[in-house]
């Protein structure tokens, strides 16, 4: 029915590794194929899928390597044992600016106010990385056209009074209208589609 609010995704490397730009990170991983290694909370996981759709994007051979959470993942990343994880920013900032990670990009269009120095994977030069986590509301597919019209118009005033409470946790507000949420579900359900099949990724 309505997107509520959308979190970016950061992509960081453990400090040893000798990069710090993505497109230093590309060269690395073309120059080593195979020998970077990126963890995700589980295969089939969003943060597992946008480490395949990069994979395609940059046209780099880098491993997954699945965890039971995100917490055991950035536990070997500060530890050395993987190189690169995606993750949200609220759990993977505090690491950055504690100088423990290194962050290269945000997987969003635009660039995160939280952090506006940051730049976004797309003006890197990933054009097709414009993945974030985000937050919705559904509706029964047989709900009455004025009931949805009323939905969508109580939540956008709440998201608008949320407004500071959400972006002091990382979320930024959107509501936008229903046909263009469902088209953004049609979009992202297609290209996920394509990347399992061509990642060969099956159900756990």
Excluded: C
């Excluded at 899928?49 to 780099?60: D, F, H």
């Amino acid at each position: 029915m309505t997107l509520l609010a959308y979190a970016p995704n950061v992509l960081v490397v453990n400090p040893a590794l000798p990069v710090r730009s993505v497109s230093e990170l590309v060269s690395y991983a073309k120059q080593n194929p195979g020998k970077l290694s990126y963890g995700s909370p589980g295969i089939g996981s969003s943060l597992h899928l946008i480490g395949e759709l990069m994979k395609r994007e940059a046209g780099i051979d880098i491993v997954h390597v699945p965890y039971k959470g995100t917490t055991q993942a950035m536990q070997d990343l500060l530890g050395g044992q993987i190189g690169m994880m995606f993750g949200s920013a609220p759990t993977l900032m505090p690491q950055v600016k504690a100088g423990k990670l290194r962050a290269l990009a945000v997987t969003t269009a635009k660039r995160s106010p939280a952090a506006p120095d940051l730049p976004t994977l797309v003006e890197s030069g990933l054009k097709s990385l414009d993945v974030p986590s985000w937050y919705g509301m559904l509706v029964p597919i047989k709900t009455p056209r004025d009931t949805v019209s009323k939905l969508h118009s109580d939540i956008a005033a709440l998201l608008t009074e949320l407004k500071p409470v959400l972006e002091n946790q990382g979320l930024y507000p959107i509501g936008n209208n229903p046909a263009d949420f469902a088209a953004q579900i049609k979009r992202e359900s297609e290209l996920w589609a394509r990347i399992i099949q061509e990642a060969g990724i099956k159900p756990q």
